[in-house]
């Protein structure tokens, strides 16, 4: 079977240090507009001092999506994925908007 490379047409920034990791979304007041973050390396996330909602789409190191969890709603939590080793975070809708499905690979 021939996996399906993705690209996703937003911009996408990288938070691949810890105080970038760290901080994420946090605090931002705007809600994401064709833009994403991705946050590297990361297999779970929570939704502390968060203004809004979003998708969180979970990759393997291969960029295979594992995992998707659309609305994302503040102060929630997501445990550990299982062998994720990414996590991009993209306005709520996004999944569905893209047609984004589990196995697909992503190319950042």
Same mark, same amino acid.
């Given at each position: 079977?021939?996996?399906? +490379?993705?690209?996703?047409? $937003? !911009?996408?920034?990288?938070?691949? !240090?810890?105080?970038?990791?760290?901080?994420?979304?946090?605090?931002?007041?705007?809600?994401?507009?064709?833009?994403?973050?991705? %946050?590297?390396?990361? #297999? *779970?996330?929570?939704?502390?001092? +968060? #203004?809004?909602?979003i998708?969180?789409?979970?990759? #393997?190191?291969?960029?295979q %999506? %594992? /995992?998707? %969890?659309?609305a994302?709603?503040?102060?929630?939590?997501?445990?550990?994925?299982?062998?994720? $080793? *990414?996590?991009?975070e993209?306005?709520?809708?996004?999944?569905?908007?893209?047609?984004?499905?589990?196995?697909?690979?992503? /190319?950042?």
């Amino acid at each position: 079977m021939e996996q399906l +490379m993705r690209t996703i047409p $937003y !911009s996408i920034n990288l938070a691949d !240090s810890f105080f970038k990791r760290l901080k994420g979304l946090m605090f931002r007041k705007d809600r994401l507009v064709e833009e994403g973050l991705w %946050i590297i390396p990361c #297999n *779970s996330i929570h939704m502390c001092f +968060m #203004n809004f909602e979003i998708d969180a789409v979970f990759l #393997n190191k291969e960029g295979q %999506i %594992i /995992k998707m %969890i659309e609305a994302l709603r503040p102060w929630g939590f997501v445990k550990p994925v299982k062998n994720a $080793y *990414s996590v991009i975070e993209l306005p709520t809708g996004t999944v569905t908007k893209l047609g984004l499905q589990k196995g697909e690979i992503i /190319k950042l």
